[in-house]
Nanobody, 127 residues
Framework: QVQLVESGGGLVQAGGSLRLSCAASGRTFSRYAMGWFRQAPGKEREFVAAIARSATSTYYSNSVEGRFTISRDNAKNTVYLQMNSLKPEDTAVYYC????????????????????WGQGTQVTVSS
């Protein structure tokens, strides 16, 4: 069982920055690929960014690439999402998710690619 706890959300003006953190329980964090998703009111949860276990590869949605950066610190069991140049359309609840190791190839951008989810943290960007 993996427990994920997000933090760092809040209210920020357009053009500002926030850094989200997601702390994971357990001693096998380095074995998990990690992702960030978000869900705006009335919309489905959508992919934001993902990072491989060893941080050698990162993936971003088109809407955030160049503005957001995902990173991880395996020694601290934490994954981060640095969000710069925020826009009102970035307003959403942000969730982190963990993908367990698998013998089969798994993707990065679908909700079903991940096995554990945090409770989410609210990000609100005012215009």
């Amino acid at each position: 069982q993996v427990q994920l706890v997000e933090s760092g959300g809040g209210l920020v003006q357009a053009g500002g920055s926030l850094r989200l953190s997601c702390a994971a329980s357990g001693r096998t964090f380095s074995r998990y690929a990690m992702g960030w998703f978000r869900q705006a009111p009335g919309k489905e949860r959508e992919f934001v960014a993902a990072i491989a276990r060893s941080a050698t590869s990162t993936y971003y949605s088109n809407s955030v690439e160049g503005r957001f950066t995902i990173s991880r610190d395996n020694a601290k069991n934490t994954v981060y999402l640095q969000m710069n140049s925020l826009k009102p359309e970035d307003t959403a609840v942000y969730y982190c998710a963990a993908q367990l190791p698998s013998y089969t190839t798994r993707g990065w951008s679908r909700n079903s690619d991940y096995d554990y989810w945090g409770q989410g943290t609210q990000v609100t960007v005012s215009s």
